[in-house]
């Protein structure tokens, strides 16, 4: 989409014009609708920290601080928080290197029908992925027979690679469209480069801003899946949203690790969107075809 | 069209992801249209023998038999209900949000990241807090979650049963908190699409005599509908292949918040019928392309338009 980054930052004095009426008003407004949105985050951290849940008290703060809650939900969570470590980085990763190939093509090095090409990858963007759940199932049960390892976090790492190629494509090649001048590459091409070498040593080094975006968004969009995990992995090779869902389902009455549990799964892409807020915000904008 | 020996390593370049795109997207839909077409029996014992009963005729009988069920129908309802009320919510929500702010005001980055933080969270551990704040008891002592809330600060008048209430709009309670997640990246939109305007042509405006109000209206609303339909393909879109959350709240097999999406996981595992689940999967994804393609093809155009 047309919006870019650097434009969601403020040039203008701050409400110079605004009468102070409407100013108080304004800041009220704000801080009552930041109370609302952070009510859910009020209950999860309170909750975390008490010792013994009452129903009764569940509005009001922890009398005495506990962390067992955050104790025995980290040690549930741990193995599925390193298993999903693994996989949100590397399909991250991969899904990247294979956006940067697919949207240089797109965007400078078109071959015939490379425009239709790119429409059918952006309509597999927006795919509900019920629609390829079902055979996508037993096509993983059918390669599993042969490979056994083909299971658990690798299944995944490749699904998410997959079906993150079209937002990456897409986010690379408007980013080159504006990043990598034609003329460049024609000087380039004059030189007697040949389009891995303008690849490797024209484009690639300049590809540092789009990766991050599609890094970022890819990472997060990996780390809360549910739909795939739920379908393709099981208690005992399954993502943190597995293990979550598994902690907080059933009968379990220990609220305090439930909602600690909660804020464990959360906690890396909280602190990605709290460390690289910008960038994340910038994914959401090229995301925004999404 | 350039010499093969130039495009030729374009191609080759793609190759990877087009092979890859073409098995697992289009191949797997047609798979799953395929499996959609399949006559089905089942197995059922009938005076202490088993017996092959057909369970779907084949082809567009099984589509009609499924839109004509009543499971399906009151899925379809509760999709609509929930579709209107994200959508409208998160719009309504993004936009006032992205008013308060686009002037500026001091601490601005800070609203903006606690507006847009519950994006970051997923809807799994979203669903598991919220599960508990839209839980159903009511009254003194009863009551936990938001009716707590409530009867605490002496609104007992808004107790409700949310999702779980017996009512034809109970889905719209299932849309508080897909709204609570996605309201923020709205209103990011928003935001960058306000920044996107001048300050020239607000001053403009002004001085032709324009008040802040007809400002907005006539310069700047209408230099924000391009962005204002791109967020209502997202959320729309969303919505109806929404399924983590509701699995999340209502958990796996609910009646009540069933929509399309978990009725397909309650049809493959609960009622071990694929081609049932298979059926419902296509119709969804005619449903999010009858949306998507449209606006595939207008961007497309206008951008080819832009040059």
Not at chain 1, 62 to 69: N, Q, W, Y
Not at chain 1, 249 to 275: F, H
Not at chain 2, 117 to 132: D, E, H, K, L, T
């Amino acid at each position: 989409m047309a919006a870019d980054t650097s434009t969601i930052e403020h040039h203008g004095a701050p409400g110079t014009r605004s009468a102070g009426w409407a100013k108080v008003l304004r800041v009220a407004l704000l801080v009552l609708f930041a109370a609302l949105v952070l009510m859910p985050m009020y209950v999860l951290v309170v909750t975390s920290l008490k010792s013994t849940v009452t129903p009764s008290g569940a509005w009001s703060l922890p009398t005495d601080l506990s962390f067992d809650g955050w104790v025995s939900a980290f040690e549930r969570l741990a193995p599925a928080l390193v298993r999903t470590v693994v996989m949100a980085v590397v399909s991250a990763v991969l899904a990247t290197i294979l956006g940067a190939m697919n949207g240089f093509v797109f965007a400078r090095w078109q071959f015939p029908g490379a425009q239709t090409v790119f429409t059918l990858f952006l309509f597999g963007m927006f795919i509900p992925y019920q629609a390829v759940m079902i055979p996508l199932q037993s096509m993983m049960i059918d390669v599993q027979s042969v490979f056994p390892w083909f299971e658990g976090i690798v299944v995944l790492i490749a699904v998410h690679t997959i079906f993150g190629i079209p937002i990456c494509t897409l986010i690379f090649r408007n980013y080159y469209a504006t990043a990598v001048p034609k003329e460049i590459l024609e000087a380039a091409t004059v030189d007697g480069a040949g389009m891995w070498r303008i690849f490797r040593s024209v484009v690639i080094p300049v590809s540092a801003p789009a990766a991050v975006v599609t890094l970022i968004w890819q990472f997060t969009s990996a780390w809360n899946d549910f739909l795939f995990a739920l379908f393709l992995t099981n208690r005992n090779n399954g993502p943190v949203t597995y293990a979550l869902n598994e902690l907080a389902g059933g009968q379990n009455p220990d609220y305090a690790q439930i909602m600690a549990g909660v804020l464990i799964a959360s906690l890396p892409t909280l602190l990605v969107y709290i460390v690289l807020g910008k960038y994340f915000i910038g994914g959401l904008m090229s995301g925004s075809v999404k | 069209m350039q010499r093969p020996k130039n495009w030729l390593p374009g191609l080759l370049m793609v190759l990877p992801s087009i092979i890859l795109v073409g098995i697992f997207v289009y191949y797997l839909i047609a798979q799953n249209i395929w499996t959609s077409l399949n006559v089905a029996t089942r197995r059922v014992v009938v005076g202490g023998k088993f017996e092959e009963r057909s369970i779907h005729e084949g082809g567009y009988r099984n589509y009609t038999e499924l839109l004509g069920s009543a499971d399906y129908q009151h899925a379809l309802w509760n999709l609509l209900v929930l579709t209107v009320v994200f959508v409208v919510g998160t719009m309504i929500m993004g936009l006032l949000w992205s008013i308060l702010l686009e002037k500026g005001v001091r601490g601005e980055g800070v609203f903006r990241s606690i507006y847009l933080f519950p994006m970051a969270v997923s809807f799994i551990a979203a669903g598991v807090v919220w599960r508990w704040l839209l839980s159903p008891a009511k009254g003194e002592g009863a009551a936990i979650g938001l009716n707590q809330l409530f009867v605490k600060l002496g609104l007992d008048g808004l107790q409700s049963s949310w999702w779980s209430a017996d009512s034809r709009w109970n889905m719209a309670a299932m849309a508080l908190p897909a709204i609570w997640q996605l309201s923020g990246y709205i209103m990011a939109l928003f935001l960058a699409g306000f920044r996107g305007i001048g300050e020239d042509q607000r001053e403009a405006a002004r001085i032709d005599g324009a008040s802040e109000w007809q400002v907005y209206r006539h310069v700047l609303f209408p230099q924000l509908s391009p962005i204002a339909l791109s967020a209502l393909i997202i959320v729309g879109h969303m919505s109806m292949k929404m399924f983590d959350l509701i699995y999340a709240i209502a958990g796996p097999n609910s009646y009540t918040a069933s929509v399309p999406a978990t009725l397909m996981w309650t049809q493959l595992f609960a009622q071990r019928d694929p081609v049932a689940a298979a059926v419902n999967a296509t119709i969804i994804l005619v449903i999010v392309a009858v949306v998507v393609v449209p606006y595939l093809w207008y961007t497309n155009r206008t951008e080819r338009e832009r040059g």
